[in-house]
């Protein structure tokens, strides 16, 4: 890979030890992939955030103090709610080791919002802009929905393109690899949940390869939707972006693919099993928008008929999100229902007691058997969820 002069520096340590382990990362991975040159970004977003999933592997973060990250930079979700985690059930060892992670990030200037929306509270990058996330769901989100330009960076390139402020151009950096390998055809009209089923069964499907989604005509996905469908492709999906036909911004400027499949009305109907040992509802993975924060007190609202929620109830959002909506959150937490920052069900140590987890999340169907001490989990529209709260 071709290094400018000043590149050239850092690399052989001249603007610090920190540096020169950033640009290490970003050569080797570059040679692997065969890049031509590195290419600037506008912003990262780094995972690796909870100390649940990385233990004391963050000591090597700290090890960076000195230097800061030079373009915006945003944090994933952590393993607490930084405000309020004695409301959690986390130990007190974990809680110092959690704050000990976030520190050693905000002291590389990471704006630690803790989110994994980052698109939605201001690291909201552009069409065509290029970017170094991680964070599988907004990785998709990022280059589907929006038009800007990521790989799946992990935690370590992630934070090394931060502090360089640049990237190695490959992947999905460049048009031609942004073109569809397989067509997708959908043939029910879908809503709400039905997003989270069908990206579970797409990532499965398509593994690496893009996919171009075809939907019945009239379909017009909300942002929320496009939300879910691209976590639950990331959960299952090793690939980094999908087009849909009419919807997103590049899928006009692109060819049909000649592989083909189809869904059908029972590939998604499967995913909606019974409901009835339900002891926890979670909804926002990933994280809820201030969109899904009202549908939710207006289900709560119309189903309560004056009782509070029976079933533990944890809703997730971003700190930013629940913020500027604090008086809709204020009303949700009257019917008994927990609205938590800075964390989820899966990345938390505080969820693993549960045995039967709903969620309108196709990413929570992925994870919470794998993550959350082998519970079981069903997937339910958002409506069907807090009727089971009641
Ligand atoms: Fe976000 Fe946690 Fe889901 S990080 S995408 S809410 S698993």
Redesign the pocket.
């Known amino acids: 890979m071709h290094l400018t002069k000043e590149e050239e520096r850092i690399y052989k340590g001249e603007e610090g030890w920190a540096r020169e382990k950033a640009m290490e990362i970003l050569v080797a991975i570059g040679d692997i992939n065969n890049a031509s040159k590195l290419i600037p970004i506008k912003s990262a977003h780094i995972s690796g955030a909870s100390y649940k999933t990385i233990g004391d592997a963050f000591e090597f973060i700290n090890s960076l103090a000195g230097t800061t990250v030079k373009v915006k930079s945003t944090l994933?979700?952590t393993g607490m709610d930084r405000e309020n985690w004695n409301a959690m059930d986390v130990s007190e060892t974990f809680v110092t080791k959690q704050n000990d992670v976030i520190n050693a990030y905000k002291k590389l200037g990471v704006s630690v919002e803790c989110t994994?929306v980052p698109y939605l509270i201001g690291n909201t990058p552009t069409c065509g802009e290029h970017i170094a996330w991680a964070?599988s769901?907004a990785v998709l989100y990022a280059n589907s929905v929006l038009g800007a330009r990521t790989n799946m960076e992990g935690a370590p390139s992630a934070l090394a393109a931060a502090l360089i402020g640049k990237t190695p151009l490959y992947g999905l950096h460049r048009t031609e690899n942004r073109e569809p390998e397989m067509l997708v055809c959908v043939n029910r009209t879908l809503a709400d949940a039905d997003y989270s089923a069908l990206g579970f069964l797409i990532g499965d499907l398509v593994g690496n390869k893009i996919p171009v989604i075809e939907l019945p005509p009239a379909s017009f996905p909300s942002t929320d939707e496009l939300k879910h469908l691209s976590?639950a492709i990331g959960a299952t999906g090793s690939v980094g972006m999908y087009h849909i036909k009419g919807i997103t911004p590049e899928a006009d400027a692109i060819g049909s693919p000649a592989e083909k499949t189809e869904i059908e009305k029972a590939d998604l109907k499967k995913f909606y099993t019974d409901t009835e040992k339900v002891d926890v509802i979670a909804i926002?993975?990933?994280?809820c928008s201030a969109s899904e924060l009202q549908q939710i007190y207006r289900l709560l609202k119309a189903e309560s008929k004056g009782r509070k929620v029976r079933n533990d109830f944890f809703v997730?959002t971003a700190r930013a999100i629940k913020e500027r909506m604090h008086g809709v959150v204020r009303k949700i937490e009257d019917f008994g229902v927990k609205v938590i920052c800075d964390t989820?069900f899966?990345?938390s140590p505080a969820f693993e007691s549960y045995k039967c987890v709903i969620t309108n999340?196709g990413?929570?169907l992925r994870?919470v058997p794998l993550l959350c001490g082998g519970a079981d989990v069903r997937l339910c529209r958002t409506e069907e969820c807090v009727r089971l709260a009641f």
């Open positions: 994933n979700p994994c964070e769901s976590a926002g993975c990933p994280h997730f989820c899966v990345v999340s990413k929570m994870y």
